[in-house]
């Protein structure tokens, strides 16, 4: 027997581990710090982040997934929250700062129940019951809406915009939300495909000069000078092939011997261009939307059909097109004909800033629409951008599920009064879980009114006080700082906002919290590189 032990590596050098309560220190403090990060841009008089990128491009945003998406986040745990904001865009549009802000605190009173040794397997248990609760409550206190519900859909455009770069024009961007999605919505199913909503944006005029547009617009002129500006009555061919002589794959040469080969060569091109255009003239189109090149001669024969075109046009803007229109993709020109060409009431090209796009507008039924944003400058635009995808992805997802909620902090306020009732049917350590998951749900309405420069102790007294008397849409008045009716005051969420972001921010926490072993490999790099700089944080 020798006292002589060699120590045993079972992972590579540079490797970064931490264990036990550190591990779960760290990514509690990391996931604190995302959240407490936009946690100032909540609400109506959450402030602004301005934020720069290595290049000096600058974002200025109070949206919460586009600053974390800015913030090129590194730590292990911290991305995992900013997953949570990616997802809530994803499947709500908006709420992402919520979700976020959630997650952080359910965090940071789990962290104190760890302080007091209960095992994080139970607070982990606790909170999975506490928001399986919580998403029954929602689904039992939110109120029906439809489609004709044109005052409450126009409320929850209006909640989505309020405190954002969009606030001065918010009424009538509002507007342009609802009316935007009322167009597009499926006559028969009653879906709405935010894909169907086409936003375009120019800066150099006023937010107030936004427009919706009864079709598309084409960032795209006219190719040829000698086409109309304007085409009225417009039958459009939208064709996704080229209109030009397709090179060959293969390197072909051709031998001429004798000129006037040569210009029975160029004859037979000319001849097939030509074809083209006479096979789009004769199916009555007066408007060629082409997805890819279009020949200069084919350019000019049309310039003298009185034929408007556009070419290289994306393919989704083709779809779109086709659905504004009610045309159809053709690829094979013999296929042709009236039929399936799309109707617009006008076709025009027009300066927006100082630029020529081409507006296809006025369509009949149009099942795809276009927003045209405008604002004095590039960043101005992006933001309201931000705020009216907001407005629609709340809209969308309200019409989708059929429900609303209150906001202003009502109903989290509502939701934590439940939970309260259920954990005293529980026992122990999970109640005190349930306590704390009530508790971090009031975090929304707390920094509602921190972000208003209220005092957030007096008005969650107020707040609670009501919700016991059975107003179940109480909520703060960030103006006054005193309790409304949200739901009378006209502050309207979908519910998905609400539910998704508490199973996603209850489902993050439980799974950092089971974490106790922190393993980092000592580079990024897939092969060697060990101990490289680069690799994975230190924390
Ligand atoms: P998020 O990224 O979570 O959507 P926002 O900055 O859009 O963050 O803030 C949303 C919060 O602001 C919600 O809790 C919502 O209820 C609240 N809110 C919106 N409009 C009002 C209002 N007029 N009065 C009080 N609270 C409001
Ligand atoms: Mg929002």
Same mark, same amino acid.
């Given at each position: 027997?020798?006292?002589?032990?060699?120590?045993?590596?079972?992972?590579?050098? /540079?490797?970064?581990?931490?264990?036990?309560?550190?591990?779960?220190?760290?990514?509690?403090?990391? %996931?604190?710090?995302?959240?407490?990060?936009?946690?100032?841009?909540?609400?109506?008089?959450?402030?602004?982040?301005?934020?720069?990128?290595?290049? /000096?491009?600058?974002?200025?945003?109070?949206?919460?997934?586009?600053?974390?998406?800015?913030?090129?986040?590194?730590?292990?745990?911290?991305?995992?929250?900013?997953?949570?904001?990616?997802?809530?865009?994803?499947?709500?549009?908006?709420?992402?700062?919520?979700?976020?802000?959630?997650?952080?605190?359910?965090?940071?009173?789990?962290?104190?129940?760890?302080?007091?040794?209960?095992?994080?397997?139970?607070?982990?248990?606790?909170?999975?019951?506490?928001?399986? =609760?919580?998403?029954?409550?929602?689904?039992?206190?939110?109120?029906?809406?439809?489609?004709?519900?044109?005052?409450?859909?126009?409320?929850?455009?209006?909640?989505?915009?309020?405190?954002?770069?969009?606030?001065?024009?918010?009424?009538?961007?509002?507007?342009?939300?609802?009316?935007?999605?009322?167009?597009?919505?499926?006559?028969?199913?009653?879906?709405?495909?935010?894909?169907?909503?086409?936003?375009?944006?120019?800066?150099?005029? $006023?937010?107030?000069?936004?427009?919706?547009?009864?079709?598309?617009?084409?960032? +795209?002129?006219?190719?040829?000078?000698?086409?109309?500006?304007?085409?009225?009555? @417009?039958?459009? @061919?939208?064709?996704?092939?080229?209109?030009?002589?397709?090179?060959?794959?293969?390197?072909?040469?051709?031998?001429?011997?004798?000129?006037?080969?040569?210009?029975?060569?160029?004859?037979?091109?000319? +001849?097939?261009? =030509?074809?083209?255009?006479?096979?789009?003239?004769?199916?009555? @189109?007066?408007?060629?939307?082409?997805?890819?090149?279009?020949?200069?001669?084919?350019?000019?024969?049309?310039?003298?059909?009185?034929?408007?075109?556009?070419?290289?046009?994306?393919?989704?803007?083709?779809?779109?097109?086709?659905?504004?229109?009610?045309?159809?993709?053709?690829?094979?020109?013999?296929?042709?004909?009236?039929?399936?060409?799309?109707?617009?009431?006008?076709?025009?090209? +027009?300066?927006?800033?100082?630029?020529?796009?081409?507006?296809?507008?006025?369509?009949?039924?149009?099942? %795809?629409?276009?927003?045209?944003? =405008?604002?004095?400058?590039?960043?101005?635009?992006?933001?309201?951008?931000? %705020?009216?995808?907001?407005?629609?992805?709340?809209?969308?997802?309200?019409?989708?599920?059929?429900?609303?909620?209150?906001?202003?902090? $009502?109903?989290?306020?509502?939701?934590?009064?439940?939970?309260?009732?259920?954990?005293?049917?529980?026992?122990?350590?999970?109640?005190?879980?349930?306590? %704390?998951?009530?508790?971090?749900?009031?975090?929304?309405?707390?920094?509602?009114?921190?972000?208003?420069?209220?005092?957030?102790?007096?008005?969650?007294?107020?707040?609670?006080?009501?919700?016991?008397?059975?107003?179940?849409?109480?909520?703060?008045?960030?103006?006054?700082?005193?309790?409304?009716?949200?739901?009378?005051?006209?502050?309207?969420?979908?519910?998905?906002?609400?539910?998704?972001?508490?199973?996603?921010?209850?489902?993050?926490?439980?799974?950092?919290?089971?974490?106790?072993?922190?393993?980092?490999?000592?580079?990024?790099?897939?092969?060697? /590189?060990?101990?490289?700089?680069?690799?994975?944080?230190?924390?």
């Amino acid at each position: 027997m020798t006292n002589n032990v060699q120590p045993i590596f079972i992972l590579p050098e /540079g490797t970064q581990r931490t264990l036990g309560r550190d591990a779960q220190r760290n990514n509690i403090m990391a %996931a604190k710090a995302v959240a407490e990060t936009v946690r100032t841009t909540l609400g109506p008089k959450g402030m602004d982040k301005m934020l720069v990128s290595g290049l /000096g491009d600058i974002v200025v945003t109070n949206d919460g997934v586009t600053i974390l998406k800015e913030m090129d986040i590194e730590h292990p745990a911290a991305k995992m929250i900013v997953e949570i904001a990616k997802t809530q865009e994803n499947e709500v549009g908006d709420g992402t700062t919520t979700a976020v802000v959630l997650a952080g605190e359910l965090l940071k009173n789990a962290e104190k129940l760890l302080d007091s040794d209960i095992h994080p397997t139970v607070i982990s248990h606790g909170y999975r019951l506490a928001s399986d =609760r919580a998403i029954e409550v929602l689904n039992k206190i939110a109120e029906p809406i439809t489609a004709k519900d044109f005052k409450l859909l126009k409320e929850i455009s209006t909640t989505a915009m309020t405190g954002k770069g969009s606030e001065s024009a918010k009424d009538n961007l509002a507007d342009l939300c609802v009316q935007a999605v009322s167009l597009v919505q499926d006559d028969a199913t009653g879906k709405v495909s935010l894909d169907n909503i086409k936003i375009e944006k120019r800066a150099g005029a $006023s937010m107030q000069d936004s427009e919706l547009i009864r079709g598309i617009v084409l960032d +795209k002129e006219r190719i040829h000078e000698g086409m109309p500006k304007t085409v009225k009555g @417009a039958k459009i @061919a939208l064709i996704d092939r080229e209109l030009e002589i397709k090179k060959t794959e293969i390197d072909a040469k051709i031998e001429i011997t004798d000129p006037s080969q040569l210009q029975a060569f160029m004859d037979q091109e000319e +001849k097939m261009l =030509r074809d083209m255009v006479e096979k789009i003239a004769k199916s009555g @189109a007066n408007v060629v939307i082409c997805q890819k090149g279009v020949d200069d001669l084919v350019q000019h024969f049309l310039a003298k059909k009185g034929i408007y075109a556009v070419r290289r046009v994306s393919s989704d803007d083709m779809k779109k097109i086709a659905k504004a229109t009610g045309g159809k993709i053709v690829s094979n020109l013999d296929d042709l004909n009236l039929t399936d060409l799309g109707q617009a009431g006008i076709v025009e090209e +027009k300066k927006v800033g100082d630029d020529s796009f081409t507006f296809i507008q006025e369509c009949k039924n149009p099942k %795809a629409v276009t927003i045209l944003v =405008r604002g004095g400058t590039e960043h101005v635009v992006d933001e309201i951008e931000r %705020a009216v995808k907001d407005a629609l992805g709340d809209l969308a997802s309200a019409l989708k599920d059929g429900k609303v909620v209150a906001g202003a902090g $009502s109903t989290e306020i509502e939701l934590a009064r439940h939970l309260r009732k259920f954990a005293e049917s529980l026992s122990g350590r999970e109640q005190l879980a349930v306590l %704390a998951f009530a508790e971090s749900l009031e975090i929304i309405p707390r920094t509602l009114a921190e972000n208003a420069g209220l005092d957030p102790i007096d008005v969650l007294t107020e707040l609670k006080a009501a919700h016991e008397k059975g107003q179940k849409w109480a909520g703060i008045n960030v103006f006054t700082g005193k309790v409304m009716d949200a739901w009378a005051a006209g502050v309207i969420e979908p519910l998905k906002i609400k539910t998704q972001a508490v199973s996603s921010a209850s489902e993050v926490s439980q799974l950092i919290l089971r974490i106790d072993d922190v393993i980092a490999s000592g580079s990024k790099a897939p092969s060697g /590189g060990r101990g490289m700089p680069g690799g994975m944080p230190e924390y």
